[in-house]
């Protein structure tokens, strides 16, 4: 059992449309935009809310964790840059003598 593509398009084209039409019609209607304003200020007042309690119960919140994410990927990009540098630095620095400090002091205890 097959169904037309085509008529599957068509369905699919027309709900659109209605849902369209519908959406600006309750976008002209001023209760039903007062209302969303109403529903965008509650929703607001509630992650307000929701923020404060989790800070009290010192659970870290979302901006929290993306701050400590940034922070971290700044931390990670800085040890990078500086085992780069400390293999670039090995590489052109002279060989090292053997007997540095250590010997030096074996042969002044000894």
């Known amino acids: 059992m097959t169904i037309d593509r085509g ?4 369905i699919r084209t027309r709900g659109e449309e209605v ?10 209607n001023p209760r039903f935009m007062k209302a969303m ?12 809310g929701v923020g404060h309690a989790l800070k009290q119960m010192y659970v870290p919140t979302r901006s929290d964790l993306k701050r400590a994410l940034s922070r971290i990927e700044s931390l ?11 293999k670039a630095k090995a590489r052109t620095a002279p ?3 053997p007997g540095g400090r250590k010997a030096k002091a074996a042969r002044a205890a000894g």
């Open 37 to 48: 304003e109403g529903a965008m200020r509650g929703k607001e007042k509630l992650e307000e």
């Open 76 to 86: 990670e990009r800085e040890v990078v840059a500086l085992k780069a540098k400390a």
């Open 7 to 10: 008529l599957l398009g068509r």
């Open 19 to 28: 849902l369209t039409q519908v959406s600006a019609e309750l976008m002209s």
């Open 95 to 97: 060989p090292r003598k």
